[in-house]
T-cell receptor
Framework: DADVTQTPRNRITKTGKRIMLECSQT?????MYWYRQDPGLGLRLIYY???????NKGEISDGYSVSRQAQAKFSLSLESAIPNQTALYFC?????????????FGPGTRLLVL | LAKTTQPISMDSYEGQEVNITCSHN???????ITWYQQFPSQGPRFIIQ???TKVTNEVASLFIPADRKSSTLSLPRVSLSDTAVYYC???????????FGQGTTLQVKP
């Protein structure tokens, strides 16, 4: 079984709809992250959480919100989806290892906003 | 966070050794250099990490000169399955924030 899972794997929605992407992990890691990737580009950080009570904005948080329901679960919401939020979304987890930290990524959710 | 620069793309043939160089002129004393690999429609995967000199694992080697302003990822005898995007990152202290650039798209040809 995969250590980091994301649901759904693919989603098509319409402009203005609210959607939620979910991430679960069995690695027991405290740190969780949400990234988006656009075609031909690297990943950009949306939000991150270092523990259940900690939520931080990343590079591109506008239009997104998150919820850390438990150590193992971190959800990303698009309150009112817009077409330029069409992208591949990745969840990742890690433990605090300072500058030697390694992040473990989920399989991704492909989102299309019409 | 130190900015990294690496080639956009590289081509190679099966069985060849591939070296991808990354520049990180502003690397700080406590920073580590980390490389990730990403296959199409998959999340990035950690390959190797180092601080100085040379690090080797079952997948690759990482060479870091004394000034640490650059690093070279070496993939021995590549195969078609090594076709992927390779990202060089510099991670600082306790931030936990990875900065991904465009990476280097490696295309391995038969």
């Amino acid at each position: 079984d995969a250590d980091v899972t994301q649901t759904p794997r693919n989603r098509i929605t319409k402009t203005g709809k609210r959607i939620m992407l979910e991430c679960s992990q069995t690695k027991g890691h405290d740190r969780m992250y949400w990234y988006r990737q656009d075609p031909g580009l690297g990943l950009r950080l949306i939000y991150y959480s270092f523990d259940v009570k900690d939520i931080n904005k990343g590079e591109i948080s506008d239009g997104y919100s998150v919820s850390r329901q438990a150590q193992a679960k971190f959800s990303l919401s698009l309150e009112s989806a817009i077409p330029n939020q069409t992208a591949l979304y990745f969840c990742a987890t890690s433990v605090d290892e300072g500058a030697q930290e390694t992040q473990y990524f989920g399989p991704g959710t492909r989102l299309l906003v019409l | 966070l130190a900015k990294t620069t690496q080639p956009i793309s590289m081509d190679s043939y099966e069985g060849q050794e591939v070296n991808i160089t990354c520049s990180h002129n502003n690397i700080a004393t406590n920073d580590y250099i980390t490389w990730y690999q990403q296959f199409p429609s998959q999340g990035p995967r950690f390959i190797i990490q180092g601080y100085k000199t040379k690090v080797t694992n079952e997948v690759a080697s990482l060479f870091i000169p004394a000034d640490r302003k650059s690093s070279t990822l070496s993939l021995p005898r590549v195969s078609l399955s090594d076709t992927a995007v390779y990202y060089c990152l510099v991670l600082s202290g306790n931030t936990g924030k990875l900065i991904f650039g465009q990476g280097t798209t490696l295309q391995v040809k038969p």
